[in-house]
């Protein structure tokens, strides 16, 4: 029942939980004192080859560490101190939604500038039509990922002619033609943006009004909290089946060497477009959960230095890896929030920290590791099976 | 009846003929391509996978015309090929690199990978057994480092996954750009048995093999087709071929 493997799986993850906890509550010494931590451990782990194990564990027993993860989002807001940290939680929630999307393109060997861009498209989507035309915010949340994959494939028609750098630069030029457009164009709120962005609502309880739980009084941000993290949960879920699928391969495939991947069959304009529309979609759906969130949007949410720090999140967290690309983005999100102490340097300690991560460990902190199949115990009796065939043949 | 046949195959590099006006046909055999350095076999193969579009000339396969269309059509309709430098992707493990193979048979879409896992991981596990079939037929020995990177693993039995995973997807015809190139004679010879392998099994597989060592030629092809300077010069058998003046000419000079 309660094998050495499981027991391991449950520390490691309510020690990853504590440590999230510890990072969010703490001052920025302590957040980064974690992140040093952290990055200890693994370089440790490494060395001696226990993070093996410990990934083994974790994944031979996802439901304990799914458990554990979600007791931990669930008594969050009970444990958090104040509502902004709160805050931070939810749009590092946000985030990591958006960071899996983009992660798509970069395991296909695409760095894709222009994500605040598909996070932007989603978000004005989704406000405009809640406060033009009314619609349910859950609808028009649908309707932000359909309009953000759409431009996703739109865009990607043109720009995948090109590759690398090139491809590269084009995504550049999406990113700053989507901020001017938006700053241009009164009709999508210019430079005042679009205010009044109503909430999401259960019936008649709208998810802006403190939860009463127990008879204590939660802050609204809770509302949001589970509501983000639920989707978060939902989308790892889709990120990792497509990982490990035919289609994760093919992706793996094209970033490692186009000519190998076309001629296994794999059409490169279709898959890169796939890449470019679900990791849009994901993104949209990200903006529109932001807009409905934080009631305003404005421009300077989704400029280039955004996608700036979602890529950020990607190579610290460690490209091709859901877990890690979460990892990254949460911690990204809480550093920087915590950076708001040094005011005007505030970019600068930023930067730095990023310089020296990637110095040090430029894999990022959970890196990609080999797929490990759910065929893994299957593969040990395949072995048998084939030392078996193997004794009887020979004489 | 001919699995594959070129009529006056020809692509042009700027003023270059690589290849120029060549015939070629193949049925149920093993056909060794020869030539000096700069004949055009590669460029041939090229042509035939799909990675060149000719500029002028028809390649027909299995009664379909396939004539410009892309690698990945070429694929799916049943021909794969091997490269002269080793071709694999490093930072995937053996078994993933062979089930690249098995890509253009699955059918998962992203779609099912999402809402029907069930159906997935069935294809999936389905596709691991038979990579791990072949890849025991190759060398029992790699089965157990089957999770490993490619990184980890050596120069031949690189090759050997290379041909492995161009058959693992029972390709109809399969091209095989110069499978012993950097390797030593024994190293050759094992190969070269690996290659009858996949002949003595029951698969119906037509090759072409581009190959410089002429003990190898004469040992596993049923005919020979000799390139010079782009064009076809000699298509027989190998000890005809040998007789012949102007192959000898192409090769010794004088």
Not at chain 1, 287 to 299: E, K
Not at chain 1, 339 to 357: C, E, G, K, Q
Not at chain 2, 85 to 108: E, F, V, W
Request: net charge positive.
């Amino acid at each position: 029942m309660f094998s050495k493997n499981s027991v391991l799986a449950l520390l490691v993850s309510v020690v990853g939980c504590a440590l999230l906890y510890i990072a969010l509550e703490g001052s920025i010494l302590v957040a980064l004192a974690v992140l040093v931590l952290a990055l200890g451990l693994m370089v440790v782990g490494e060395r001696t080859g226990k993070v093996d194990l410990v990934c083994r564990s974790v994944s031979d027993h996802k439901r304990i560490s799914l458990a554990v993860v979600s007791v931990f989002i669930l008594i969050l807001p009970f444990m958090i101190s104040n509502n902004y940290l709160l805050h931070v939680a939810v749009m590092g929630g946000i985030y990591s939604i958006v960071t899996l999307g983009l992660n798509f393109q970069i395991g296909t060997g695409m760095v894709n500038f222009a994500t605040a861009a598909f996070f932007g498209t989603g978000a004005y989507t989704s406000a405009l039509m809640a406060t033009k035309f009314g619609l349910s915010p859950w609808l028009t949340t649908i309707l932000g990922m359909v309009s953000a994959a759409s431009l996703g494939i739109l865009f990607g028609f043109p720009a995948l002619k090109t590759r690398g750098y090139y491809l590269s630069l084009i995504t550049m030029s999406l990113q700053v033609i989507f901020t001017l457009m938006i700053i241009n164009t009164s009709w999508l709120g210019g430079p005042n943006g679009v205010p009044g962005v109503p909430a999401y609502s259960i019936g008649d309880v709208s998810l802006r009004m403190p939860l009463a739980i127990f008879g204590l009084d939660l802050p609204y941000q809770a509302n949001y909290l589970y509501l983000v993290f639920i989707l978060l949960g939902l989308t790892v879920f889709a990120a990792l089946c497509l990982h490990n699928s035919r289609t994760g391969l093919a992706w793996n495939s094209i970033e490692q060497d186009e000519i190998v991947a076309i001629t296994q069959g794999i059409n490169l304009t279709k898959m890169k477009l796939l890449a470019f529309a679900l990791g849009a979609a994901f993104a949209g759906l990200a903006g529109g959960l932001y807009g409905h969130y934080t009631s305003f949007i404005g421009v300077e949410d989704f400029t280039f230095s955004k996608s700036l720090v979602f890529i950020c999140m990607v190579l610290l967290g460690g490209i091709d890896n859901p877990f890690g690309v979460v990892l990254g983005a949460l911690m990204l999100t809480i550093v920087d929030e915590k950076l708001r102490d040094f005011a005007d340097y505030r970019m600068l300690m930023y930067s730095l920290i990023l310089i020296v991560i990637l110095l040090l460990r430029p894999q990022g902190l959970l890196p990609k590791r080999i797929r490990q199949y759910q065929a893994a115990n299957k593969m040990r009796e395949a072995k048998a099976w084939f030392s078996l065939k193997g004794e009887r043949s020979s004489p | 009846m001919n699995v594959m046949y070129t009529e006056a195959l020809t692509i042009n590099f700027g003023g270059l003929k690589a290849v120029d006006a060549v015939d070629f046909n193949i049925k149920d055999e093993v056909i060794g391509l020869l030539g000096p350095n700069g004949s055009g076999k590669t460029t041939f193969l090229n042509l035939v996978s799909g990675i060149y579009k000719p500029t002028s000339g028809r390649i027909m396969f299995e009664q379909s015309d396939i004539t410009g269309v892309g690698p990945n059509v070429v694929r799916k309709k049943g021909i794969a090929r091997t490269f002269q430098t080793n071709r694999l992707c490093l930072d995937l493990s053996i078994i993933d690199n062979l089930l690249l193979g098995l890509y253009s048979q699955q059918t998962a879409t992203w779609w099912q990978a999402i809402f029907q896992p069930k159906r997935c991981s069935r294809e999936l596990s389905q596709g691991i057994d038979k990579c791990l079939e072949i890849l025991h037929h190759f060398n029992p020995a790699l089965v157990s480092r089957a999770y490993e990177p490619i990184n980890a693993i050596p120069l031949i039995d690189r090759r050997r996954i290379e041909i492995a995973r161009s058959i693992v997807g029972s390709p109809r015809l399969l091209l095989l750009d110069e499978p012993t190139a950097g390797l030593n004679a024994e190293e050759t010879s094992q190969i070269i048995s690996d290659i009858g392998k996949i002949r003595n099994g029951n698969q119906k597989i037509s090759m072409i093999i581009i190959e410089h060592d002429m003990v190898v030629i004469s040992s596993i092809c049923h005919r020979v087709v000799v390139l010079n300077a782009g064009k076809k010069i000699a298509d027989d058998c190998f000890d005809e071929v040998c007789k012949n003046e102007q192959v000898c000419k192409a090769y010794l000079g004088g």
